[in-house]
């Protein structure tokens, strides 16, 4: 039993989803084009699940460190199913 149970934890630590499958995904569940993208790896939980954290962004031109758009898709790196989309409101530039 104990063996199944390191096995299960072990298969669910594994990274099959690359970065750049982690980037495509996420692009996919935001409603707008991005300029930028960051992405890291975050390992979650007693397991040490494997997560890509992909951010999106449109700067803002007109305030510069500061965005327009801003999207965070947490996908799990063992099965690339999407876990959590975090995505910001429009926020129009003055004078556009």
């Keep these: ?22 980037i495509a995904t996420a692009k ?19 397991n040490r699940q494997p997560f890509w954290i992909v951010s999106l962004s449109v700067p803002n031109a007109k305030r510069p460190g500061t965005f327009r758009r801003l999207a965070l898709v947490h996908i ?14 429009v926020v129009p530039e003055k004078g556009s």
């Design 1 to 22: 039993m104990l063996s199944f149970v390191v096995a299960q934890s072990c298969q669910q630590a594994q990274i099959r989803v690359t970065q750049d499958q982690a």
């Design 28 to 46: 996919q569940e935001i409603a707008f084009t991005p300029k930028g993208t960051q992405v890291r790896m975050l390992r979650q939980g007693l």
């Design 76 to 89: 799990d790196a063992n099965t690339g199913e999407v876990t959590e989309v975090q995505q910001d409101e």
